[in-house]
């Protein structure tokens, strides 16, 4: 399967950083938990001669729907703007913005080019300083204009906040439909906001648990065959999958090494679960820990020195750490209640869980350490945290809770900010589980 919809070639690349001190004050401290967020504006991008086009619409409020849905943004409606700005290499006038207390503007234009390309350019304005924060000019197929708006959200979200952007990205997941005795599974894929949806797989077998590779263009998953667990390599460019082995008992899939060299699971033998890393190169198996206990869900950190899993060993699931080669093994979680799916944050200062506590499933996060256990969401049923790879935002599915005469329940993604402010229902178009974040799309 060629990528086509992901492919952008960069004709100019332009960043301006302005020297005003004020223009640096400009900017939301998204690490003092809940604030308020900033109010903005994402003015239509405009054509050649300084009229919205329908392109330029859809890519503002591509833009819009990114920066609010994030939490740290209030966006102003164009309707209510006094004067739209007609071009972003034109001077706002800045007094049009300030009764309505808009402290940043966003203004762009789109230009038709050869061979079914656009050229877009944005510019990000702050109001009170009045000058010019950054911006960008691009060059792309002109159906690549949606992610032009990811970038272009990725730019003033590091530009207002400090902090990487991450509507540059993809999700796969697992799309479920049909009753609960006869679920239809399929591996899907899109993009952060649950657009550009895509089938991967065509239901005939059972799949779980995708993981994205460092190169987003790789998705290791789990897949039943004649009852059997095998570990498939999916390629995102070409379409082919590659079958690593069959692995009988494996309880949970597997995960990639930062360096996307190994991947790290946990199989069971002879009752005993167990964790094992895999060389991709070689496919040589090596084991990780050797206990009498429930050993599973491994997850890297970001450096790839430490391993971070759940076990049974001390009596109930809790969460453990270890080096990389099984080594030096400390328990880090002491709450009430049972923890599982620990994930190491791209950052690496924080791990996500989930966590059952008296009848409850809550998505936490605490301190690689084990201190600051901090509980974001909670659901009847809430599972498999997936980090955005700013380490900022987790993605994680909830299915509700059961009602008498239906065969099933619904199961849906949701993204939150690692404050615990603002969770965001991802629309699919079935059911949807087992989410993966994938780092930024290169």
Known sequence: MENKNYKIFVALLLIIFSKFSFAQDLKIDINSGRVEPLPIAVADFTDENGQVSKTGRLISNVITNNLVGSGQFKATAPAAFIAAPSSPSVRPKFSDWTPFGIK????????????????????????????DMVGLRLTVNANSWRRVAHIISDETFERLTGEKG??????????????????????????????????LTNGNFLVLTPRF???????????????????????????????????????????????????IMSYSNKGITDIYVMDLKNQNVDRLTNNPSIDTSPSFSPNGKMVTFNSDRGGTQQIYIMDNRGRNVKRISYGKGRYATPVWSPKGDLIAFTKMLRGTFYIGVMNSDGSGERLLARGYLVEGPTWAPNGRVLMYFKQDRPVKGKNNSAVNIYKIDVTGFKEVKIITPADASDPAWSPLIP
């Open 213 to 263: 590779s460092p190169s987003t263009q790789e998705i290791t998953y789990l897949a039943y065959y004649n009852k059997e667990p095998r570990v498939y390599i999916f390629n995102l460019q070409t379409g082919e999958q590659e079958l690593l082995g069959s692995f009988p008992g494996m309880t949970f899939a597997p995960r990639f090494s930062p360096d996307g060299k190994k991947i």
């Open 104 to 131: 940043a503007l966003v203004t762009g234009s789109i230009k038709q080019k050869k061979n079914k390309q656009i050229e877009v350019e944005f510019r990000l304005w702050d109001i009170i300083a009045e000058t």
């Open 166 to 199: 991450y509507f540059d990205t993809r999700i796969v997941y697992i799309s479920e439909s049909g009753p609960a005795d006869k679920r239809k599974k399929r591996l899907a894929i899109m993009d952060q906001d649950g657009e550009n949806h895509q089938f």
